[in-house]
C-alpha cells in the first residue's frame, strides 16, 4: 500500500497505527465510511494481504498478517497481541446463512457475530475463523481448519 493511501486513510480518521507497524508489498486496505481500523505497535502484514472494514478491526501490538491472508469485519473483529494469522488464512465475521434450503445464498442475509482471536493465538496456513469464532488466547489452530462459532 502506498505512503500516500496510508496518509489519507490516517488523515480521514478511519486508521490509526502505532510505531512500528511493518507493511510488506501489496497489502491491500479498504475502510469504509464510519469503519476504525486500529494497527497495534510493531504490527506486521504481510506481502499481499488484505483488510477488508465497514466495522470495527483491531490488531494488537505485534500482531502478523501472513502472507495473502485476508481479514474481513463488517461488525467487529479484534486479534489479540501477539496472534498470527497464518499465510492464506481467512478471519471474517460475516457469513451466509441456510434459514431456508429453497432460497439461493446470495439471497439470504449474512450472518454477522464479531470474531476473537486472543494474545499469542496462532491461525494456521489456509485456516478460517468465520462469524463468531473464538481463539483462546496461546491457542494453536492447524492448518486447514475450519474454526466455527461456539
Not at 486496505?29 to 504490527?43: D, P
Not at 451466509?96 to 464479531?114: G, I, S, V
Request: net charge positive; aromatic share 2%; glycine share 16%.
Amino acid at each position: 500500500m502506498s505512503r500516500v493511501r496510508l496518509a489519507l486513510l490516517r488523515r480521514g480518521g478511519r486508521l490509526s497505527a502505532g510505531q512500528g507497524v511493518r507493511i510488506a508489498r501489496g497489502v491491500r486496505v479498504s475502510i469504509a465510511r464510519g469503519a476504525r481500523v486500529e494497527l497495534g505497535e510493531r504490527c506486521t502484514l504481510g506481502a499481499g494481504s488484505r483488510i477488508e472494514a465497514a466495522g470495527r478491526l483491531t490488531l494488537g501490538p505485534g500482531a502478523r498478517l501472513g502472507e495473502q491472508a485476508v481479514v474481513t469485519a463488517l461488525e467487529d473483529v479484534q486479534i489479540g497481541a501477539g496472534a498470527v494469522i497464518g499465510d492464506w488464512a481467512a478471519v471474517t465475521d460475516a457469513g451466509p446463512t441456510w434459514a431456508d434450503p429453497e432460497t439461493p445464498l446470495r439471497h439470504q442475509p449474512l450472518r454477522r457475530l464479531p470474531v476473537r482471536i486472543g494474545a499469542g493465538a496462532v491461525l494456521g496456513p489456509h485456516a478460517v475463523a468465520g462469524p463468531g469464532a473464538r481463539v483462546d488466547a496461546g491457542q494453536q489452530v492447524a492448518p486447514y481448519a475450519v474454526v466455527p462459532a461456539p
